[in-house]
């Protein structure tokens, strides 16, 4: 078993469930309360970040997530704050505050509005990899990762309007020059030097700032899937990290090749399951063609079986996307729980409390 763990940005949110720049705050409570499991900064004060151990077994993930997010709601609700794992301001209204860091600031300075656009949580899984293997998974990940986007889809509205697609955070963070898919690399060589040419071109500033759809970590011996919208339901957050891990074991065990897919082809594939997630097509990478969503994704479980069989998560990552396709992402829960004409003070106050996934 692959060791796997889920990095999760979360928005710190007022009674309202209006953000709050109070990040700070945040983390020096959690701190005091729970020393060995910190907290992390991110680009803005609106934001903080939890993180997994690195996990094998998938019981003991579902316990950290579960124990991770549960102390760091603690630790905000100790402020008369809230914590809500939702990609984008829903609401609106309240400018972005960078994180008084250097590097933030800089990253502020350099790309402006952008920066400031794209204040979003994600939800970033890390699959342990050997290091000789890193390239060929990231490479032969590419067509499915829209897959693992479109069921993770969580982000409809922002700024009190309805965006008309699934992922408005999927959409603004590939609006980054450095991110989104790219070719495949065939070696390390042709990686390292993607990183040095977007560093020297100014499209990062440095090898963090390469938000590719799957990097290799530089803290970690894990390949970093980066394209989940940050989910809402722990479960749904659960889900998606089994098929990341299941599908960087299936490429490695097979020796998948990457494939001969146009860049094009993956942008649209990308495109479509930021649009409407699993409510119409999607690219189903066995055939080539966009198939409804149910049959894409049954393409998937297939590609990963043996994967899931030997993991022991077969019935629940099926449960999972069975679920999904019958009731819905966070997105269609969101704009069920908004109505007509919508109530997003009703969808933040649903967040909130959905984000938290202990027993009430």
């Known amino acids: 078993m692959r060791h796997i763990g889920i990095e999760e940005e979360l928005f710190v949110v007022d009674a309202r469930g209006r953000l709050v720049p109070r990040a700070e705050e945040v983390l020096a409570a959690h701190l005091e309360r729970d020393p060995e499991h910190p907290l992390d900064h991110e680009l803005f004060l609106q934001q903080v970040e939890v993180k997994t151990g690195a996990q094998d077994d998938p019981d003991a993930l579902r316990e950290d997530l579960v124990a991770r997010r549960g102390d760091a709601i603690d630790s905000a609700r100790s402020l008369g704050l809230e914590l809500a794992a939702v990609p ?71 700024n009190g309007r309805d965006t008309r697609v699934a992922s408005w955070r999927g959409h603004l963070r590939d609006t980054w020059p450095s991110a989104g898919v790219v070719e495949p690399f065939r070696d390390r060589e042709a990686y390292r030097l993607l990183v040095e040419h977007a560093i020297a071109s100014g499209a990062a500033i440095d090898e963090h700032m390469v938000y590719l ?16 919208d940050v989910c809402t339901d722990a479960d749904d957050a659960l889900l998606v990290a089994e098929l990341a891990r299941a599908l960087v074991a299936t490429i490695v065990t097979e020796r998948t090749e990457p494939g001969e897919w146009r860049i094009d082809v993956l942008r649209d594939a990308a495109w479509r399951a930021r649009r409407d997630a699993l409510d119409a ?37 099926e449960s999972g996307v069975h679920r999904l396709l019958t009731y819905g992402t966070g997105a269609v829960r969101q704009r069920a729980v908004a109505g007509d004409p919508p109530d997003l003070t009703a969808v933040m106050t649903d967040l909130v409390r959905r984000t938290d996934p202990r027993p009430a």
């Open 281 to 317: 097509t999607l690219l189903d990478p066995l055939s080539g063609m966009f198939v409804p969503a149910a049959q894409a994704l049954d393409s998937l479980l297939r590609t990963v079986a043996v994967a899931l069989k030997d993991a022991g998560t077969a019935d629940r990552v």
């Open 88 to 158: 984008v301001d829903v609401l609106g209204g309240e400018d972005p505050v960078v994180t008084p860091y250097p590097r933030y600031t800089r990253i502020v300075e350099r790309y402006g509005e952008l920066a400031r656009t794209t204040m979003v949580c994600g939800m970033h899984v890390h699959v342990e990899v050997d290091p000789d293997d890193a390239i060929p998974v990231i490479d032969a990940l590419r067509p499915w990762t829209p897959l693992l986007a479109a069921l993770a889809s969580n982000s409809p509205f922002t």
């Open 213 to 228: 759809d799957a990097r290799i970590a530089t803290r970690y011996p894990t390949v970093e899937v980066r394209v989940a």
